[in-house]
């Protein structure tokens, strides 16, 4: 089945600690973007991708690197930088970036410090 | 500075009659709507779109209605169910913003049964 498979669904992590989320498709989409959610609140941006080897800052970007080494895959690191990290945070995809085309999600990452 | 609001952060509704969900927005410049709903702790989901073109788009029990004038969305859902209980996301792009999806805060939307 086509889809986007973000991993894990639930992650801890201890201050100081830089930790990976991972995200892949097989939908064989050009573009890929990584949003935060926090509670009452939008999608902000914080990345994303249209083309592999390619990605650009959102809205939210610092305390937070990507890389776009493949088509498939789009992960996600959270820095010791990120001064909140407490989140939930999701993965998406699009056919195309440059037209008007919907986005499909994945099921999300809960993200802890403890 | 919101350029997509969804002034309602809640919503109740009975079992079986319709639930119209608000947004609006400010740049005149968006040509393409979205809404989605989202569970707790999952993704998510595309429900329909609008293209500025247009005022209706219809699919099943959805409609959405747009009214570019007033810069606002709605979407009208009948009759509701109760597997309607969940957020709904509007979400805006425009071309000359490269297309960036612009969210609103979403509505929770309750059915009651």
């Known amino acids: 089945d086509g889809g986007i498979t973000q991993s894990p669904k639930y992650l801890f992590r201890k201050e100081g600690q830089n930790v990976t989320l991972s995200c892949e498709q097989n939908?064989?989409?050009?573009?890929m973007y990584w949003y935060r959610q926090d509670p009452g609140q939008g999608l902000r941006l914080i990345y994303y991708?249209?083309?592999?080897?390619?990605?650009q800052k959102g809205d939210i970007a610092e305390g937070y690197s990507v890389s776009r080494e493949k088509k498939e895959s789009f992960p996600l690191t959270v820095t010791s930088a990120q001064k909140n990290p407490t989140a939930f945070y999701l993965c998406?995809?699009?056919?195309?970036?440059?037209?008007?085309?919907?986005?499909?999600f994945g099921q999300g990452t809960r993200l802890t410090v403890v | 500075d919101q350029q997509v609001k969804q002034n309602s952060p809640s919503l109740s509704v009975q079992e079986g009659r319709i639930s119209i969900l608000n947004c609006d927005y400010t740049?005149?410049?968006?040509?393409?709507f979205l809404w989605y709903k989202k569970y707790p702790a999952e993704g998510p989901t595309f429900l329909i779109s609008?293209?500025?073109i247009k005022d209706k788009n219809e699919d099943g029990r959805f409609t959405v209605f747009l009214n570019k004038s007033a810069k606002h969305l709605s979407l009208h859902i009948v009759p509701s169910q109760p597997g309607d209980s969940a957020v709904y996301f509007c979400?805006?792009?425009?071309?000359?913003?490269?297309?960036?999806?612009?969210w609103g805060a979403g509505t929770k939307l309750i059915i009651k049964p």
């Open positions: 939908l064989n989409h050009d573009a």
């Open positions: 979400a805006a792009s425009a071309r000359d913003s490269n297309y960036q999806l612009i």
């Open positions: 609008i293209s500025s």
């Open positions: 998406a995809s699009r056919g195309n970036s440059r037209m008007n085309t919907e986005a499909f």
């Open positions: 740049n005149s410049m968006f040509d393409y």
């Open positions: 991708s249209q083309i592999v080897n390619d990605f």
